[in-house]
């Protein structure tokens, strides 16, 4: 188990997302609270940030077409 704040995964690692990810208003071209992107698909992490109010690990996905998305770890596992 990782302590919290220190990230799970790392920069290069495919991934696959674990759940539905839904819009949180970050994308305004799709409905709030609309599916980005349905559980099962495949990205790749590009960053790993800390959320400095939450101490969590905010990994920065490339999911390709141009679609990054800010993903925590629930919502991803590795290939």
């Known amino acids: 188990m990782t302590q919290r704040g220190s990230p799970k995964y790392r920069r290069g690692q495919r991934v696959?997302?674990?759940v539905?990810?839904?819009?949180?208003d970050?994308?305004?071209?799709t409905k709030p609270d609309g599916v980005l992107l349905?559980?099962?698909?495949i990205g790749e992490?590009?960053?790993v940030a800390i959320?400095?109010?939450?101490n969590v690990?905010?990994?920065?996905?490339?999911?390709?077409?141009?679609?990054?998305?800010?993903?925590?770890e629930e919502e991803i596992t590795v290939l």
């Open 16 to 18: 696959k997302t674990a």
């Open 45 to 47: 992490i590009i960053n």
């Open 57 to 72: 690990p905010i990994y920065i996905v490339d999911f390709g077409d141009q679609l990054l998305i800010g993903c925590l």
């Open 51 to 54: 959320h400095t109010e939450a």
């Open 38 to 41: 349905a559980a099962g698909a």
């Open 20 to 24: 539905n990810l839904i819009n949180d």
């Open 26 to 29: 970050s994308f305004p071209d």
